[in-house]
T-cell receptor
Framework: GESVGLHLPTLSVQEGDNSIINCAYS??????FIWYKQESGKGPQFIID?????DKRQGQRVTVLLNKTVKHLSLQIAATQPGDSAVYFC???????????FGRGTSLIVHP | NAGVTQTPKFRVLKTGQSMTLLCAQD?????MYWYRQDPGMGLRLIHY???????AKGEVPDGYNVSRLKKQNFLLGLESAAPSQTSVYFC?????????????FGPGTRLTVL
C-alpha cells in the first residue's frame, strides 16, 4: 500500500529481476493512460501508453496491463537494470479532456 | 530539436520578490502546461494554454500568472513569492490532440523562497 507523508511507495529489486509497478486510477470514464519515468533531477519522460479499448500493450522491455473492471494499471519491466532506477508515474486522461491526472508515483530502486 | 527547455534551472528568492520562469518548445505544439512538484507528491497543474494568446487555470493557480504571447513560449510569473511556492516547476507541451498524446516535459526549475 502507499505510504503517507513525504515518502513515495518504493519497490526494491535486484538487477535482472522483473519489476511490476502498480497504479490504481480514479475515474471510470478515463480512456487513455500513460506511464512516465522520472530520473533524479530530470523531468518526466514518456515510457508507454494504452487506450481503454486495449488490455495489454508491449514496448521494449516494458508491458502495460489495464484492468478496467478494478480500475488498475500496471507497468512490467523485464530484466530490470540499474538505469531503470527512477520514479514512475501513471497518468489518466478522460476522453475530451487535455488535462491528465497524475498519480503520486512509485520509486523503483534497482540493486546491482 | 531541443524539445522543451526551461530557464533558469535554479533560483533563490526572498519572500515578496518577483520572477518569471520561461518555457520554450520547438516542436510546434499547441498545448503547454506549468506544473509544480513537491516532495513525495505527484505533479499538480498550475496553469495551461491551448494555443497562442490563451491561458486557463489549473488545480493550483493562486499566486501565479502566465502568458502565451508566442506559440513556442509559455511564461510563469510569481508576483510576490512566498515560502509555500518553494518547489520544482516543470513545463510541458503536447500536440493539439492532447487526449491521445503524451506530454513532453522540460528539465525543471528548482525554486527556493526564503
Amino acid at each position: 500500500g502507499e505510504s503517507v507523508g513525504l515518502h513515495l511507495p518504493t519497490l526494491s529489486v535486484q538487477e535482472g529481476d522483473n519489476s511490476i509497478i502498480n497504479c490504481a486510477y480514479s475515474n471510470s470514464a478515463s480512456d487513455y493512460f500513460i506511464w512516465y519515468k522520472q530520473e533524479s533531477g530530470k523531468g518526466p519522460q514518456f515510457i508507454i501508453d494504452i487506450r481503454s479499448n486495449m488490455d495489454k500493450r508491449q514496448g521494449q522491455r516494458v508491458t502495460v496491463l489495464l484492468n478496467k473492471t478494478v480500475k488498475h494499471l500496471s507497468l512490467q519491466i523485464a530484466a530490470t537494470q540499474p538505469g531503470d532506477s527512477a520514479v514512475y508515474f501513471c497518468a489518466e486522461n478522460i476522453g475530451g479532456s487535455y488535462i491528465p491526472t497524475f498519480g503520486r508515483g512509485t520509486s523503483l530502486i534497482v540493486h546491482p | 530539436n531541443a524539445g522543451v527547455t526551461q530557464t533558469p534551472k535554479f533560483r533563490v528568492l526572498k519572500t515578496g520578490q518577483s520572477m518569471t520562469l520561461l518555457c520554450a518548445q520547438d516542436m510546434n505544439h499547441e498545448y503547454m502546461y506549468w506544473y509544480r512538484q513537491d516532495p513525495g507528491m505527484g505533479l499538480r497543474l498550475i496553469h495551461y494554454s491551448v494555443g497562442e494568446g490563451t491561458t486557463a487555470k489549473g488545480e493550483v493557480p493562486d499566486g501565479y500568472n502566465v502568458s502565451r504571447l508566442k506559440k513556442q513560449n509559455f511564461l510563469l510569473g510569481l508576483e510576490s513569492a512566498a515560502p509555500s511556492q518553494t518547489s520544482v516547476y516543470f513545463c510541458a507541451s503536447s500536440y493539439q490532440l492532447a487526449t491521445y498524446n503524451e506530454q513532453f516535459f522540460g528539465p525543471g526549475t528548482r525554486l527556493t523562497v526564503l
